[in-house]
């Protein structure tokens, strides 16, 4: 985690730092402590927001934060730009962990304004992870603060693990799960998903009650002899579950928008397909229970009806309501956590 001191329209401040970056505003001058070899990297703030190097390069923008609409600016700009550099009018942890997790994977870095002791620790160790640096006044106890949880953030990250987010590729590698049991589990709203292309045999969408367990969800594209086929839909579960979307991010199911891409998954490979929209139902379902090979528990509720299929291990399309305790069927399963559906370091336990 870097440090920042900030100089912007402070032409008296001429205190050294031992500062990754000095922020000035364009035009000022830079104090002398910071000129020659050894010294801080300079970034200057113009008017428009943008933030320049010192050869004038647009290295990254400052956003302001006061509502939604400033948070949905700085989403907007990750991964355009190196830095974005947060400043919260009302200084709140939310909008900086949902730019954290945005910003995650991306080559864009999260850079925060903080003026206060109170504000540190928070900033630092955001959803675990932390900003990438804290632009800071002047202050004594400030910098000191913020020299002790850069330390900290150098000693915990050291020898650590590659990113989970890394290890989350588009390509889902399938794997076993074996079925604990099957319950008879009452009303809920259940989401069709439906589709705006055609779905093959031993196609579906991966969902789950746990983020980091998901079951393969075979699409309605096998005659039954009650309704015709549907091979545009995949009777998913209810609202609250998980689904995996193109990108590698996870969505609740009744949170899908008509446009958003979800990785349509077979055991021959996987596709983005954009959602053509919902049906939302209140209909009787089944709890299936089930562990990975890894001992990763989880859980998945389906409507009970023998048009909602699973996939075996051996990729065959098998109903819901033939499922028992002991089968084997295919799903996704991984150690990352998640943030408004972002893939992040922290350690989350879902049940």
Known sequence: MQLWLSVAGDADNNESRPADMLLCRSGDEVPDWALGDGGPSLLFAADDGSLADAEGRIRGAHVFIDDADGQQEA???????????????????????????????????????????????????????????????????????????????????????????????????????????????????????????????????LVGSSANALCLVHGETLESAFVPPRPFRVNAGPVHAYTLLADGSTRYLCELAAGEEVLVVSPKGCRPVAVGRLKIEQRPMLLLRFITDGGIEGQLFVQQAETVRLVAEDGTAISVTEVEEGMRLLGSAGAAGRHIGQPIEQRVEER
């Not at 830095?83 to 200084?91: E, H, N, V």
């Open 75 to 205: 989403r907007a700009l990750v991964g355009m730009v190196d830095w974005i550099l947060l400043t919260c009018s009302d200084w709140t942890m939310i909008p900086l962990e949902n730019l954290v997790a945005a910003a995650e994977g991306s080559p864009t870095r999260i850079a925060a304004a903080v003026d206060e002791l109170a504000q540190l620790q928070g900033a630092a160790f955001a959803l675990q992870r932390g900003v990438d640096a804290l632009l800071l006044p002047s202050d004594d106890a400030l910098w000191a603060e913020g020299e002790r949880l850069a330390a900290e953030r150098l000693a915990a990250r050291t020898g650590a693990e590659e990113r989970a987010s890394d290890l989350l590729e588009q390509e889902v590698l399938l794997e076993s799960m074996t079925i604990t049991s099957v319950e008879v589990s009452g009303l809920a709203d259940r989401v069709c998903v439906d589709l705006v292309q055609l779905l093959e045999v031993g196609e579906g969408i």
